[in-house]
């Protein structure tokens, strides 16, 4: 049996991909149920009833009930002794807004330590000229993501503890993550990484993008791994700075994280037809894909877990 790096097989998940002559299958579905909620996730996320998900708006309210009852379904508990809510305030346009992330934590078997903090922001655009821009994609879908990587979690318990963070005001200006690198209860200097979703469901040629390998190359061989047995096409690339890409450093919750010197992934699809239009609904996601990638992400959190010591303590020399 050839034997491969360590850290293709870390993580249950990864490892259990691999056939037993050495070679590399795809990574196989998320459990039945845990495709279901997703899909559920997304749907209720999305819904015309949230209107939207602007910041402080009653939609915005509706969203944040439900991820929090998804996040005490699961299992996962506040950080916070305040519970799971962190407000903060939004100066956008001439008016001051009330934003509240959401923040919950998976304690790892190891205690103490580094850190993993998964992101995805909830918000969207709302109403405009009285047409709902519900933001299936963008970013019900990532939110629907987190709470996968939740579910896997629990059922598996990580080896570090898991950060899981529901952003709002991303839309604005990034403005949650922000809030929460200003306040992040537990010291930055614990978090190893954060992994940030951001539109994860729709893309016509099957692809999802990893971006952070290029400032953070210690990342790069992971996802290697990851991508070798992903049953979508995982590329890595927007990090460059090239101009044959997008830039994708400062476009997402990521770069509050960046701009702290921590390392981070973003794991998102390019734009597409539907980016930031009111057609941004649940029936113009493809099912399939998005199964697909939510095991992907939720396969490389897992990774991530494994290997967080090595990562954390490579990409700090």
């Known amino acids: 049996m050839r034997l491969l790096p360590r850290f293709l097989v870390a993580g249950a998940l990864v490892a259990a991909a691999l056939l037993t002559t050495g070679a590399a299958a795809p990574l196989p579905p998320l459990p039945r149920g845990d495709a279901v909620k997703l899909l559920d996730d997304v749907r209720t996320l999305s819904d015309d009833r949230m209107q939207g998900r602007a910041p402080d708006t009653p939609g915005s ?8 009852k998804r996040l005490i379904q699961i299992g996962v508990k506040p950080l ?4 799971f809510q962190q407000p903060f305030v939004i100066k956008a346009g001439g008016k001051t807004l009330y934003g509240v992330n959401l923040v919950g934590v998976i304690p790892g078997r190891q205690k103490g330590g580094r850190v993993m903090v998964v992101t995805a922001h909830y918000d969207h655009l709302g109403v ?9 994609d963008d970013n019900a879908s990532g939110v629907a993501g987190l709470l996968a990587v939740a579910e896997s979690f629990r059922r598996h318990p990580p080896k570090h503890t898991i950060i899981l963070v529901a952003l709002d005001g991303e839309e604005l200006g990034l403005m949650g993550a922000e809030a929460y690198v200003a306040n992040p209860i537990v ?21 999802l993008y990893a971006a952070g390998a290029t400032p953070w190359p210690i990342l790069k061989p992971r996802l290697d791994a990851i991508a070798a047995i992903a049953p979508i096409k995982l590329l890595q690339g927007h990090d460059s700075g090239k101009l044959d ?13 960046a701009q702290k010197k921590i390392p981070w992934v973003y794991f998102g ?41 090595a990562i954390g303590g490579e990409a700090g020399r």
């Open 61 to 68: 309210l509706m969203a944040r009930t439900y991820i929090r």
């Open 80 to 83: 916070s002794k305040a519970g």
């Open 269 to 309: 699809v390019e734009d597409h037809p539907e980016y930031h239009q009111p057609t941004d609904d649940f029936a113009t996601i493809p099912q399939d894909f998005f199964k697909a990638s939510a095991a992907t992400v939720v396969a490389a959190c897992r990774l991530f877990d494994d290997e967080l010591d």
């Open 187 to 207: 010291p930055l200097s614990r978090i190893a990484l954060n992994v940030n979703f951001d539109m994860l469901s729709k893309n016509a040629k099957g692809e």
């Open 245 to 257: 890409q997008d830039d994708w450093t400062n476009q997402s919750d990521h770069y509050a994280f």
């Open 128 to 136: 405009k000229n009285g047409e709902i821009y519900n933001g299936a």
